[in-house]
């Protein structure tokens, strides 16, 4: 594995086209300056003095995969609400198809809000619902989707779930049937929810936390034994081609049914984790698309999720910031 493969695989990712399912979120910033305690309860003040819209959710996998390289193609439902028309102008902003996105009266859309102060989160606020797309929405998008594949003839496909109910079961299975049939790999970024729901799937991508509960292992360690142990567990229940568990600090565990490798995170100066996630997921489905070994996968995943932690809020990582981490690993 030499810098120069490795760079190729990167620039491989322009070509690829990428669907990309899941729960849409619509992240507001309301920034401002805390000069006072309220008189009605002891809480602060913030005057705000400026409101900020970004994607969030799945569309920000979208917004990575975009800055990549790669052309996303978003699938979701959204509200048909003030919420869900930001999402729609910031997706058209960003030259994001709205080709998969479908309103619904009986949806609102997911808001995350964050009250910030001098860098400093304050309080966050949500808005959503998270129980299941009524059966008609559900059959709307996935007769979308199914278009969509036979349209575009994607590269891969990423469920990217938050738990908000767009993704569900049925979909799920019909979406990965089709997927095999036609030899399009899935990748996973799973919630509680549907965590053993997404058997055939091509890679798999838990995080510590969700892959304890998940399994209910609640002590299960960093280290390689435990992971290939919860790697063996898994495919039991729900077989997978490769499994990419993220493990925070103590970096990144990648198998197969041949081979797995642990790799351990650079030392970096974290700002905030928040989308790292969506980066790994971006990157290693766009690896695995370019037939990236595994080792490959593990280190290009490892960079990106490292690079976005060392910026505050949800940054997308770009196809340039990846070769640059690349250039730093010092292999010829």
Same mark, same amino acid.
């Given at each position: 594995?030499?810098?120069?493969?490795?760079?190729?695989?990167?620039?491989?990712?322009?070509?690829?086209?990428?669907?990309?399912?899941?729960?849409?979120?619509?992240?507001?910033?309301?920034? &401002?300056?805390?000069?006072?305690?309220?008189?009605?309860?002891?809480?602060?003040?913030?005057?705000?003095?400026?409101?900020?819209?970004?994607?969030?959710?799945?569309?920000?996998?979208?917004?990575?995969?975009?800055?990549?390289?790669?052309?996303?193609?978003?699938?979701?439902?959204?509200?048909?609400?003030?919420?869900?028309?930001?999402?729609?102008?910031?997706?058209?902003?960003?030259?994001?198809?709205?080709? &998969?996105?479908?309103?619904?009266?009986?949806?609102?859309?997911?808001?995350?809000?964050?009250?910030?102060?001098?860098?400093?989160?304050? $309080?966050?606020?949500?808005?959503?619902?998270?129980?299941?797309?009524?059966?008609?929405?559900?059959?709307?998008?996935?007769?979308? $989707?199914?278009?969509?594949?036979?349209?575009?003839?994607?590269?891969?496909?990423?469920?990217?779930?938050?738990?908000?109910?767009?993704? &569900?079961?049925?979909?799920?299975?019909?979406?990965?049937?089709?997927?095999?049939?036609?030899?399009?790999?899935?990748?996973?970024?799973?919630?509680?929810?549907?965590?053993?729901?997404?058997?055939?799937?091509?890679?798999?991508?838990?995080?510590?936390?969700?892959?304890?509960?998940?399994?209910?292992?609640?002590?299960?360690?960093?280290?390689?034994? !435990?992971?290939?142990?919860?790697?063996?567990?898994?495919?039991?229940?729900?077989?997978?081609?490769?499994?990419?568990?993220?493990?925070?600090?103590?970096?990144?565990?990648?198998?197969?049914?041949?081979?797995?490798?642990?790799?351990?995170?650079?030392?970096?100066?974290?700002?905030?984790?928040?989308?790292?996630? !969506?980066?790994?997921?971006?990157?290693?489905?766009?690896?695995?698309?370019?037939?990236?070994?595994?080792?490959?996968?593990?280190?290009?995943?490892?960079?990106?999720?490292?690079?976005?932690?060392?910026?505050?809020?949800?940054?997308?990582?770009?196809?340039?910031?990846?070769?640059?981490?690349?250039?730093?690993?010092?292999?010829?």
């Amino acid at each position: 594995m030499s810098n120069r493969s490795l760079i190729d695989k990167i620039d491989a990712f322009n070509s690829l086209k990428v669907l990309v399912i899941g729960d849409v979120i619509l992240d507001a910033y309301y920034s &401002g300056k805390v000069n006072r305690i309220s008189p009605e309860a002891p809480v602060p003040v913030l005057d705000i003095a400026k409101k900020e819209y970004r994607l969030g959710g799945a569309a920000n996998v979208a917004l990575n995969l975009q800055a990549l390289g790669a052309q996303p193609i978003l699938c979701s439902i959204i509200g048909s609400d003030f919420a869900g028309r930001q999402v729609l102008d910031l997706m058209t902003t960003a030259q994001l198809s709205l080709d &998969g996105i479908h309103s619904s009266a009986s949806r609102i859309t997911s808001v995350k809000t964050r009250l910030v102060s001098n860098n400093n989160q304050l $309080i966050r606020m949500d808005e959503e619902q998270t129980d299941a797309l009524l059966e008609s929405d559900d059959s709307r998008l996935g007769k979308s $989707i199914e278009d969509l594949i036979d349209k575009n003839g994607p590269d891969a496909i990423v469920f990217e779930d938050y738990d908000k109910g767009v993704v &569900g079961a049925r979909l799920i299975t019909k979406v990965i049937a089709k997927a095999r049939t036609l030899g399009i790999p899935v990748s996973v970024d799973p919630k509680k929810n549907n965590f053993l729901s997404y058997a055939g799937a091509t890679l798999y991508k838990p995080n510590m936390k969700e892959l304890r509960e998940g399994l209910n292992m609640p002590n299960l360690a960093a280290n390689k034994d !435990d992971l290939q142990n919860a790697f063996g567990l898994l495919n039991d229940i729900m077989p997978v081609e490769l499994v990419l568990f993220t493990l925070s600090s103590d970096g990144v565990f990648i198998a197969s049914h041949e081979a797995s490798h642990l790799l351990e995170t650079q030392t970096r100066d974290i700002s905030d984790v928040s989308g790292a996630g !969506d980066s790994v997921i971006s990157v290693a489905t766009c690896a695995k698309a370019v037939n990236a070994s595994l080792e490959e996968i593990a280190l290009l995943s490892n960079l990106a999720g490292g690079w976005v932690c060392q910026f505050p809020g949800v940054v997308p990582i770009t196809s340039d910031a990846l070769k640059s981490e690349v250039m730093k690993t010092n292999k010829p």
